[in-house]
């Protein structure tokens, strides 16, 4: 990287794929950490780098060898340690972004967009540019403008209540569960800034994806009939999962401020052991009467916010169909469902698979998925639809409260240890462990 110095704006950073000095994709860029000097411009001193299995690690910048044309080349060199961050660190994109700063001529203030970082003749790199705009209230107000970083002050000053706008259009086109990792990186007060911001159907989806710990931030940190609306966005077994997390006072005021019907199913979520098949089922599976033609089973199927796994089985019952439902008449696979006649009613193809009580244990569950290769199972009380337990929800059990940040061993680990307890303490599995 000799010759004319080469100025890279982190926004556009993010996201470049990683690659080793053969040509092997090793990661893409999530974030670049830099380190402010009590004299100085503010070092840069190395990449955030999302690897394979979703392991972020730490590259310092003195192993890349160039960064141009869309991607970064690095020695081939990679601590797989995972990154952890420093108290003297700071994230660009995550922390930067939306600073506000003051102009050190006293002409106003402005809001950063972006941070550009430049290497020089020593192989260091430092903090040398901002992308501003200009804040309110000023004659430039709404203008933007690239500026040198020795021009303000307030760059390393963490302030309330800083904005969210230039991370939200970061993160704008990221699947839910990808927003969740970026945020477990942040400081509190970033992932609450964030969480404000995010229109309330989004934020649900992301809740359900985050750590207990962060999720309990966000969620204390709403006003409560926004919270309120939020719980109703997330799915049943989700939202129960999370108000159990709350002291017990927020819980039953949030619990007030919902809708009665969504209330009840969080409540009678909330009834069930954690790991049972109640407290692991969704209330709201794909629920039919016998009478439905085929053509409406495959419309509900195409819902967008219906997960995969739920979206294998719909469930016959008779009148009604919310849950706890009339009579389980069985289920209809979606693949038998494509197989026939639109028009065709859905209780002309209905199947039998074994259904769950809602007492039943995880490991009654996971031998039963296994036994049938189905991706859900009904949950049954005398005679009636309660709900369905997915692979997903077993899943999520099995995995480690801090699956997000452990390594694969330590995942592996966790679920044969798991494992073991679930037989020890579900007897109806000591019985048909042969089956």
Partial sequence: MSGSRTRVFIGRLAGTPVYDPIGDRVGKVHDVVV???????????????????????????????????????????LNIRRFEKRPSETMVLGEILDREVQFNDGSGRAV???????????REWRLTSLYVRMARGGPEAGNTKIVPVTSVTGLRTRVANQAAT???????????????????????DRIIAVSRHMHDDLLADVLEEMSDADRVTVMSALEVERAANVLEEMEPDDAADLINELPPAQAEILLSKMEPDEAQDVRRLMSYGERTAGGLMTTEPMILSPDAPISMLLAAARREDLAPAIASMCFIVRPPTETPTGQYLGVVHLQRALREPPSEMVGSIIDQVESLSPDDGIGTITRLLATYNLTILPVVDNGLLVGAVSVDDVLDHLMPEDWRDADEEQIDTHIDERHVDDLLEDPTDEEGRDA
Avoid: C, H, W, Y
């Fill in 35 to 77: 380190v402010f000097r009590l004299r100085g411009q503010p070092s840069a001193v190395g990449l955030v780098v999302d690897v394979t299995g979703k392991r972020r690690v730490f590259m310092p910048l003195t192993r890349v060898t160039a960064i141009a044309n869309g991607q970064v080349i690095t020695t081939g060199l």
């Fill in 166 to 188: 230039a991370l939200l259009a970061q993160i704008n086109e990221l699947k839910a569960p990808d927003i969740a990792d970026l945020l477990s990186d942040l400081p509190d």
């Fill in 112 to 122: 950063v967009e972006d941070v550009a970082i430049e290497q020089e003749g020593n």
